[in-house]
Nanobody, 124 residues
């Protein structure tokens, strides 16, 4: 069974930075696509970024391009989301998810394994 556990959320001031972590374990993870998503109050959950465990290729959604960086530590099966230049619009619950069968995408419906979410609040 694949398990996904996020950590690293918190309160940060506008313009600040925060790093989220996602520990993934289970079968076929070495070929998985790992994605980050977020759900802001009153809004639908949306994709943020994804990384392929096959070759470390990444993709980003437009609202975070140039500000967020997704990376991974292969030895510990941990994926990171480094967030910089944060604004109040980035306030949301951030979720990490794993898709062991696909290459690289942020299609929510294709991710079968989800973490519990971690709250990120950007406020002065």
């Amino acid at each position: 069974q694949v398990q996904v556990v996020e950590s690293g959320g918190g309160l940060v001031q506008p313009g600040g930075s925060l790093r989220l972590s996602c520990k993934v374990s289970g079968p076929d993870i070495e070929r998985a696509c790992i994605g980050w998503f977020r759900e802001a109050p009153g809004k639908k959950r949306e994709g943020v970024a994804a990384i392929s465990n096959r070759d470390d290729r990444t993709l980003y959604e437009d609202p975070v391009k140039g500000r967020f960086t997704i990376s991974r530590n292969k030895a510990t099966n941990t994926v990171f989301l480094q967030m910089t230049s944060l604004t109040p619009d980035d306030t949301a619950v951030y979720y990490c998810a794993a898709d062991p069968t696909s290459y690289l995408h942020t299609v929510q419906e294709w991710y079968g394994y989800w973490g519990q979410g971690t709250q990120v609040t950007v406020s002065s």
